[in-house]
T-cell receptor
Framework: DQQVKQNSPSLSVQEGRISILNCDYT??????FLWYKKYPAEGPTFLIS?????DKNEDGRFTVFLNKSAKHLSLHIVPSQPGDSAVYFC???????????????FGKGITLSVRP | KAGVTQTPRYLIKTRGQQVTLSCSPI?????VSWYQQTPGQGLQFLFE???????NKGNFPGRFSGRQFSNSRSEMNVSTLELGDSALYLC??????????????FGSGTQLSVL
């Protein structure tokens, strides 16, 4: 049972345009959400996170939106750059668990391609 | 500051064998967790160690085990390898497990191929 779903396996956008990556979750206990970026032959690197007490978190070109009622979050990248081409993983956890930040439930990832 | 180091980078084994993977966390990080990445399932949590104790465990069979040493270095072991164990095994470390704000830092992984 996939508790974190990234239903679109890939996304292609033009450089300079907005990239919107979507993620849905089913577990109501999740209250902290993260996005990781992964380049080939490297481990995932943390990008941005959001707590369930917020509905938006912004960091430079990256903004994450959380809609708790819909159990949906999205990552917006504006403007998109060719260096953003990577696999993006959505992840979630519950602060009720000891070691919550280590026990993340990941989606299957979205491959973003930014065309020059 | 050195990142999370995993060795070896690549491994080829045959069915039925066992394998040990090693992970050195970032200096000062006390929590080490392991994830399996496969094309079909994405990243799946295996287990997490803190202060030499397994704190959390994912839904993997008992063939998958791990341990953590007093210097926070960790090893994971897979016994009686199956073809389906072929995957990228990622180790991650974090400083403190008490808050969800602590980020996980991942190593580059060990690519295991089971023939």
């Amino acid at each position: 049972d996939q508790q974190v779903k990234q239903n679109s396996p890939s996304l292609s956008v033009q450089e300079g345009r907005i990239s919107i990556l979507n993620c849905d979750y089913t577990n109501s206990m999740f209250d902290y959400f993260l996005w990781y970026k992964k380049y080939p032959a490297e481990g995932p690197t943390f990008l941005i996170s959001i707590s369930s007490i917020k509905d938006k978190n912004e960091d430079g070109r990256f903004t994450v939106f959380l809609n708790k009622s819909a159990k949906h979050l999205s990552l917006h990248i504006v403007p998109s750059q060719p260096g953003d081409s990577a696999v993006y993983f959505c992840a979630a956890t519950s602060s009720l668990h000891t070691g919550a930040n280590s026990k993340l439930t990941f989606g299957k990832g979205i491959t973003l391609s930014v065309r020059p | 500051k050195a990142g999370v180091t995993q060795t070896p980078r690549y491994l080829i084994k045959t069915r039925g064998q066992q394998v040990t993977l090693s992970c050195s966390p970032i200096s000062g990080h006390r929590s080490v967790s392991w994830y399996q990445q496969t094309p079909g399932q994405g990243l799946q949590f295996l287990f997490e160690y803190f202060s030499e104790t397994q704190r959390n465990k994912g839904n993997f069979p008992g063939r998958f085990s791990g341990r953590q040493f007093s210097n926070s270095r960790s090893e994971m072991n897979v016994s009686t390898l199956e073809l389906g164990d072929s995957a990228l095994y990622l180790c991650a470390s974090s400083r403190d497990v008490e808050t969800t704000n602590e980020k996980l830092f991942f190593g580059s992984g060990t690519q295991l191929s089971v023939l």
